[in-house]
Structures are given as C-alpha cells and as structure tokens.
C-alpha cells in the first residue's frame, strides 16, 4: 500500500516557468512533510517542509500548499531555473515512534533553458 | 561542518557474497536511519536506531538484512547471501531527535550497491 502518491513522474518546464509538483496522503497521523531535492550521485537534501497547522509555506521561490481536508500537500517551484533540474520527493512521518520518512515515488524535474 | 558519510561508495559483489555498508552520522545526530532507493520503489525506510533503545527494525525486506550501531554512533548494516534483487542504492540519513517531531534528517551520498 503506497502511502504516499507523487505525480507526475516527469515534468519539463521553460526556465522562468512555474513548476508544480502534487502529492497525497493516507495516513492521517502524519504530522510533518518534507520536500526533498536530490541530484544525480548525490543524497537526497532538504528543501521545504510544513505542519499540518498552516496551509501555506514559501521559502524564496519554493512554496509548499497544504491541503489537510483533502489530504494533499504540493510544492510550486516560481521562476524555475536550468539548475532546479533534479527529482524531487515528497515524504511524510508520524510524530510517534521513529518518525520515519514515507516518501512519494519522485518527480524528475528538467527546466530547459 | 561534516556532514553524513558513507562507505563504500560503489559495491559490486557476486550474488550470494555477504556485505558490509558504512555509515558516519553527524556528530552529536542520536537519530539515524537507513533507507533504500532502487529504480521504481522509491525510497523504503529499512531501520532506525535512537540512542540506547531497541531498533525499529519494521523495514527491513529479509532476515538477510540487519544493522548495528555501535557507541551511538557509526553504523553498519549487513546484507548476507546477497541477490540480484538487492541491487540499489543504500542511504543512511541522521538526524538530532530532540523533543520535538518532524527534525530534518540530513542523509549521506549513499552506496551503489550491484550484486552480479
């Protein structure tokens, strides 16, 4: 059972672009949702993450909207550059036990020049 | 400051050979987890050590599979009689676990794994 539902797999957009990439949740105690970035070779970094008790957060040109009602959480990446090519996860986790990170299957994201 | 280091980097090994994967945490991280990421799955939770408690050990695939962590901090995880299917990129993630949820799990480079 996928926990955690990304799309879409791929995603090209003109630099300057606005990138959006969506995700939904089952688990309702999932209290936390990070966005990860990560290059090829590289591990996963963090990007953004937002709580459950606030419907928007923006971070220069990332922006995370939370849905809690719908259970969906999405990440608009504004002005998108050349160097935002990456793929980017979606995750989650339970404030309870180990607090492991559920994470969407990604989104390969190339942002032409 | 340093940040999470793994090694090796790259590992080819010949299917049913054991093998050992290497992870550094930050210092001063209590938490530290170990995750895998292969074409298609994404990246699984494998297992999560805090401190002096018992391992969450919930995602781990096999009983081929297991981890240690020594001292509180490097640690290492076991994959015996490796299969194809093993194949993937193994990442450890540490993070400080302080009172609070939902701190940021910084992660390492990973290791390649290809079993032959």
């Known amino acids: 059972q996928q926990q955690v539902k990304q799309s879409p797999q791929s995603l090209i957009v003109q630099k300057g672009g606005i990138s959006i990439i969506n995700c939904a949740y089952e688990n309702t105690a999932f209290d936390y949702f990070p966005w990860y970035q990560q290059f090829p070779g590289k591990g996963p970094a963090l990007l953004i993450a937002i709580r459950p008790d606030v419907s928007e957060k923006k971070e220069g040109r990332f922006t995370i909207s939370f849905n809690k009602s719908a259970k969906q959480f999405s990440l608009h990446i504004m002005d998108s550059q050349p160097g935002d090519s990456a793929t980017y996860f979606c995750a989650a986790s339970a404030k309870s036990g180990s607090e492991k990170l559920v994470f969407g299957k990604g989104t390969k994201l190339t942002v032409n020049p | 400051g340093a940040g999470v280091s793994q090694s090796p980097s790259n590992k080819v090994t010949e299917k049913g050979k054991d093998v050992e994967l290497r992870c550094d945490p930050i210092s001063g991280h209590t938490a530290l987890y170990w995750y895998r990421q292969s074409l298609g799955q994404g990246l699984e939770f494998l297992i999560y050590?805090?401190?002096?408690?018992?391992?969450?050990k919930s995602g781990l695939p096999s009983d081929r599979f297991s981890a240690e962590r020594t001292g509180g901090s490097v640690s290492t995880l076991t994959i015996q009689r490796t299969q194809q299917e093993d194949s993937a990129v193994y990442l450890c993630a540490s993070s400080l676990r302080t009172s609070g949820s939902g701190e940021t799990q910084y992660f390492g480079p990973g290791t390649r794994l290809l079993v032959l």
């Open positions: 050590f805090q401190g002096n408690s018992a391992p969450d």
